[in-house]
């Protein structure tokens, strides 16, 4: 924390677990249970803004990691898909797969490439709207097309999940067993 001309404040201890800006009257006060602080607060935000621990399980310390690890899955999915027509071509190989498993396959490469397109587009008018504040009002079109999509596009968490029995339970290789299943955990 520093002060307005960007100088590191000094606070001192004025009571147990409340300490007083040396060069101000600001107050920061935690509150210890079993021997961590669970709680903070400073300042005039201390009546109505606080900060508790984070649990584990909302820890943005391994959901951020995941969420871009999800977001790669989905694209690397995607991409495998020209990817591996052309390859098919070039090498005159005709596609392998065939029936169920084949619908399953193609619908969850529509719904990867889907959800990758939806979700780069909310970060890139998340992004726009925070960096911008005038243009909110002009995006809120991109908004609404966005809300409307969206739950269309992350339903199709029902593909990559039947996908994934479908091919748990055919006779593909384990790389495709395991891809199946990246790509299900991924979609949460």
Partial sequence: MTSPSNIPRKWREIAPFVWRDEGGKDLLSGRVEGGQVTRFSFGEVSPFEMYDRTVWWKS????LPL???GLIALSLNG???PVSALT?????????LNGDEATAHRLVRIACVTAAVVFLCWMALIFTMVSALDLISKLAGWV????ILSPFVFLGVRHRVVECVVVLRGQRR????LWAVVLAASSW
Avoid: E
Avoid at 144 to 147: E, I, N
């Fill in 144 to 147: 609404v097309l966005l809300r």
């Fill in 79 to 81: 991409l495998a898909w």
């Fill in 60 to 63: 943005p310390a391994w959901l």
């Fill in 67 to 69: 969420l871009i690890a």
């Fill in 174 to 177: 384990w790389f495709a067993k």
């Fill in 88 to 96: 098919r071509r070039h090498y005159g190989v005709s596609y392998g």
